[in-house]
């Protein structure tokens, strides 16, 4: 099985077989690095993880002789199982992808690891961003000590986690003023999880500009939705005409969730819809 033709391809179509192969290159040392790690990537999706690749996935993140890039990559696929667990419990079978005990042992082991300051400074990032995917008590101090650290890529990972972590309006305030556009793509991703209003100023300079990053203007059309729906709306109808596809997509998928939105807060046939200019 071609993995970089699978990597272009929707995760939906992937053959039946497709989690068994990425467990088998994963497991498979005697492959090149990059394969190992691709096969680590596509191993997080939610088509295909299971308790046999997490518990895989587990395993290269515990072991110090692994390449740190694979077990950075794992880490980070774990976090689809952590999240899904989280977010839908393990009450109805067709919703679980890794078994409770499996879920426990991650969350548990990946605490342990961090604490680690021996660990690479890449795989320890990787474990933080993974792990806040299912928030814990420990994770807002850690956040904070990343945010303070003299260090760009400390301080990415802490605006990274911040969406996930309750707590850091300030934080995600503040980052909003940076003038590197990575850092504010996860501060608006930020505020827009935990509808930050006031990162509406910031929000809408970014709508406003020009020549903006395309992935940051995305992310400000669907922060609109949460931060003002209000006001959102003639912003966003003026990406409808634009000439790049993935802009006016993006563009009327927050205008249908903020219509969304206003019909379920409204009685049937009152109101206007918010977007119309």
Known sequence: ????????????????????????????????????VL???????????NDD???????VVKDD????????????SLGTALENAFIMGFDDPDD??????????????????????????????????GSVRSPEQWHPEAVREAYAQDDREWRLTAVFCMRFVDGFSEQILETL???????????????EAWEVEAAWLAVRRILEAEDEDKRLLIAAMDASVTVNPN??????????????????????EAMGMIEALTDNDRP????????IP
């Open 268 to 275: 049937d046939g009152d109101g206007k819809s918010v977007f």
């Open 1 to 36: 099985m071609d993995l970089k033709r699978l990597k272009d391809t929707p995760p939906w179509e992937w053959p039946e077989d497709a989690g068994r192969v990425f467990l088998e290159v994963i497991l498979n040392r005697e492959l090149d690095t990059p394969e190992r």
């Open 96 to 129: 679980i992808l890794v078994s409770e005990s499996l879920y426990n042992e991650i969350r548990a082991t990946l605490q342990t690891l961090y604490m680690s300051q021996e660990l690479p400074k890449i795989v320890r990032r990787k474990i933080l961003e």
């Open 231 to 252: 006001e959102a709306g003639t912003y966003l109808h003026a990406f409808t005409k634009s000439r790049d596809d993935d802009l006016v997509e993006a563009a009327f």
């Open 177 to 191: 003023e940076n003038e590197d556009p990575e850092f504010r793509y996860h501060a608006v991703r930020a505020a």
């Open 53 to 59: 690749l997490a518990g895989t996935l587990l395993a």
């Open 65 to 76: 002789t692994e390449d740190d890039e694979l077990r950075s990559e794992a880490t980070t």
């Open 39 to 49: 096969a680590a990537v596509m191993a997080g999706d939610y088509t295909v993880i």
